[in-house]
């Protein structure tokens, strides 16, 4: 994109055009006593080459998955992502912060977020999937807002414990000014948890310790009480794989898609998804593209149902969230045209193999255990002999870093850290990882 400053000449007439002389009269509503006539400290101006430097400086002191072998995960996975999917992003008819406020001219969005739609229906087994949201923490929020006017009159919200922590506490600050009741409890717990006035049950799988469960207890929790049953997925790639939450009859679907084709970027953009039964389609939140056709008869898209307070009237609107992830939603568009059905499910495979893998060589270093119990797809938790933090920090000295400890959310877990396996990873690496596991005093 091009850098085109404004000169004087374009701000004075600016200015003139709004009815000022100049910029500060547009501050004359601050009081004379806060305001500040002294420049920032900000040093001298830099030039373009200079600036590239001091920030280039500054960047290269990160650790990252181009310098380091990398374990990271808890919702935000290391995948491959085709170099041609940039390239598409940087099309003129794509790169753009515009949203389809205007669907007659907005052909292109329009077909990419159907296409995005009908992928996200495919792989969670639902019948209709909205034109995405910002992420996974806010999608579970959105499904359980959902799920609460699906089960009108009803308070309470059931969530499994296993659940990512900042999902959770995403809706904990969410439900926090509203009048509804949110209980957290083991899976086990789910059924004994619910009661007449509860209008949601939540779970995940794979959970946020990585164990694969099952769809089943959350179903069951839910009909029992006639609630909502939501499955959360954080690692959508696992959705090649495992059975979703469609398949095992559950209600409404939500989570993380970033995984598909969405780079990791510091920890943004994320991509957030929610699909759900088609009897439910009108209660979803954001929007929906459609296919119909124009009036000669020409295959054409639209915005089918959009419920949001900018198309109908606030009391009416499911949700306030103002815009999708269209741009994400394309790349992932392009990652999963690219990948297919094989390609995915490859991908999905690679990542449980070496995960395995990984396992059996953490398993085998004296002083270190697997944490997490039953099967797992790409993640899982090691058990160490000192504080997960040193640990984490010797294995970065080695240039690897090797996963994401659990104390800052379970102070309990201490000696725990998350260990993510994708099918970036090498069997050198993981050999490499054990070794120096091993190499720990």
């Known amino acids: ?32 006593a806060v305001r500040t006539t002294k420049k920032p400290p900000l040093g001298r101006p830099l030039s373009e080459i200079e600036v590239r430097r001091e920030l280039g400086s500054v960047s290269s002191r990160n650790a990252h998955a181009r310098t380091h072998a990398h374990f990271l995960g808890a919702g935000c996975y290391h995948h491959y992502v085709p170099a041609i999917a940039d390239q598409t992003l940087y099309r003129e008819e794509w790169l753009s912060s515009y949203t389809p406020y205007q669907p007659e001219i907005s052909q292109g969005t329009l077909v990419s977020i159907f296409e995005w739609q009908t992928h996200m229906a495919l792989l969670t087994g639902m019948e209709v999937a909205n034109a995405s949201l910002y992420e996974g923490a806010t999608a579970l929020v959105e499904a359980l807002l959902m799920a609460s006017r699906l089960a009108k009159g009803r308070h309470r919200a059931v969530l499994s414990k296993n659940i990512h922590p900042e999902y959770r506490e995403t809706v904990r600050t969410y439900f926090h000014n509203l009048s509804f009741e949110l209980v957290e409890v083991d899976d086990a717990d789910l059924a ?103 009036a000669e008869g020409r295959r054409a898209f639209c915005l089918t149902l959009s419920t949001r307070e900018q198309h109908i009237r606030r009391e009416k609107a499911t949700s306030n969230i103002c815009t999708n992830q269209g741009l994400m939603a394309l790349c992932s568009n392009v990652y999963l045209s690219l990948m297919g059905k094989a390609g995915l499910r490859e991908t999905a495979i690679q990542c449980a193999s070496k995960a395995e893998y990984l396992k059996e060589k953490i398993a085998a270093v004296p002083g270190f255990a697997i944490a997490t119990d039953g099967p797992t797809f790409n993640e899982f938790a090691v058990r160490g002999p000192k504080p997960a933090r040193e640990v984490v920090a010797a294995l970065a000295e080695k240039g690897i870093l090797a996963g994401v400890p659990l104390a800052p959310w379970y102070p309990e877990r201490d000696r725990d850290f998350l260990v993510a396996v994708t099918e970036m990873n090498t069997r050198a690496e993981m050999d490499v990882y054990a070794a120096e596991l091993a190499r720990l005093k």
């Open 1 to 32: 994109m091009k850098f085109l400053p404004s000169s004087d000449d374009e701000r004075a007439r600016m200015l003139a055009a709004i009815g000022v002389g100049k910029v500060e009269d547009l501050f004359e509503d601050v009081p004379e």
């Open 192 to 294: 004994a948890s619910c009661d007449a006035q509860t209008f949601a049950v939540a779970a995940q799988s794979p959970d946020f310790f990585g164990r694969v469960r099952g769809w089943n207890e959350a179903r069951d929790a839910a009909s029992s009480c006639g609630a909502m049953a939501v499955g959360v997925v954080a690692e959508a790639i696992s959705l090649a794989l495992l059975s979703p939450p469609g398949d095992a009859g559950l209600d409404i679907a939500c989570g993380e898609a970033r995984s598909l084709g969405v780079p990791m970027s510091y920890g943004a953009p994320a991509l957030g998804f929610l699909a759900c039964r088609d009897a439910h389609k009108r209660q979803m939140p954001g929007r929906l593209a459609g296919e119909t056709v124009d």
